[in-house]
Nanobody, 116 residues
Framework: QVQLVESGGGLVQAGGSLRLSCAAS????????VGWYRQAPGKRRELVAQ???????IYADSVKGRFTISRDNAKNMIYFQMNSLKPEDTALYYC??????????WGKGTLVTVSS
């Protein structure tokens, strides 16, 4: 069992930046997929960015060019740099770890609020 703990959320003005971090209690293997999801009030949880098993990254169209996902397997950390934030980015952000050999883990989320 792996526990994920997100941090770095907060209140920021539109145009500002935040860096989210996700600490894993266990080893993150190079073949594991990692991702960031978000859920805004009244909306479904959506994938925002992911690093797949082969190392390729995907981003939601709404964040391309503004957000960057990264990982540090040696430190068992997942990061999310968010720049040029918009009010519509306001949501609870979750990190996800999907094991190459089975197992899907989620953190409890960190709240990002962007004021206009």
């Amino acid at each position: 069992q792996v526990q994920l703990v997100e941090s770095g959320g907060g209140l920021v003005q539109a145009g500002g930046s935040l860096r989210l971090s996700c600490a894993a209690s266990g080893t993150i293997f190079s073949n594991d997929a990692v991702g960031w999801y978000r859920q805004a009030p009244g909306k479904r949880r959506e994938l925002v960015a992911q690093i797949g098993r082969g190392g390729s990254t995907i981003y939601a169209d709404s964040v391309k060019g503004r957000f960057t996902i990264s990982r540090d397997n040696a430190k068992n950390m997942i990061y999310f740099q968010m720049n040029s934030l918009k009010p519509e980015d306001t949501a609870l952000y979750y990190c996800n770890l999907n094991r190459f050999n089975g197992g899907d883990y989620w953190g409890k989320g960190t709240l990002v609020t962007v004021s206009s």
